[in-house]
Structure formats: C-alpha cells, structure tokens
C-alpha cells in the first residue's frame, strides 16, 4: 500500500523556520518525482515544489524560490521541505505527493497532509 504521511508543521511566527517531513512507504521511492503542494483556506491546491528522483533536479513556485528548499534522502525513503523566512501567506496545509510522470501536476497519490500556521 503506498503511503505518504507528512510531519514537521506547526506554528510559528513570520520569520521563522520549518522543515516538513514525508515518509513514503509501499512503493520504490528512488523510482518517482516528488513533490509539495498546499492549500491555504478558501484556496485551491498551489504547487510548491518539485524533485527528480536522485535529487539532482528541483523546481519552485515563485512565491517560494528563494526560501525554501525540497530534498530527499532515498536511504530513507523520505522527502523534504526546509521553509525559511516564513510569511502569513504561506499558511497553509502541505501535502506531499507522487509523480509518476514527472509533471508536477499529475500525482497519483498524496498524504494526509501537515499544517503550518505563520502567525505572530
């Protein structure tokens, strides 16, 4: 069964710092593009992130470029998503997900999904 379970979300205030977790689990992780979506109350799904499958290649959001930075370690069949210089705007749920085509749109699978409230 794949599996995809996100960690690391909390509150913190503007100008702070998060690193997002996700564990995957039920499938050969190396093998697939990764990638982060969230979505903010009252908006639609905004991607994030995306990585190649040995790290090599990455691709951001505008909106993020710049403060954060995806990674994984496929050891340990985990992604990441370090977020510095936090804003309001970037509160939202964060998803981790599949890519089996490598578009980071096209996931097939996603997680339950973390919360990260920037708030002073």
């Known amino acids: 069964q794949v599996q995809l379970v996100e960690s690391g979300g909390g509150l913190v205030q503007p100008g702070g710092s998060l690193r997002l977790s996700c564990a995957a689990s039920g499938f050969t992780f190396s093998s697939y593009y990764m990638t982060w979506v969230r979505q903010a109350p009252g908006k639609g799904p905004e991607w994030v992130s995306a990585?190649?499958?040995?790290?090599?290649?990455?691709r951001y959001a505008d909106s993020v470029k710049d403060r954060f930075t995806i990674s994984r370690d496929n050891a340990k069949n985990t992604l990441y998503l370090q977020m510095n210089s936090l804003k309001p705007e970037d509160t939202a749920l964060y998803y981790c997900?599949?890519?089996?085509?490598?578009?980071?749109?096209?996931?097939?699978?996603w997680g339950q999904g973390t919360q990260v409230t920037v708030s002073s």
């Open positions: 990585i190649n499958t040995n790290g090599g290649s990455t």
């Open positions: 997900a599949r890519l089996p085509s490598g578009y980071y749109s096209d996931y097939d699978y």
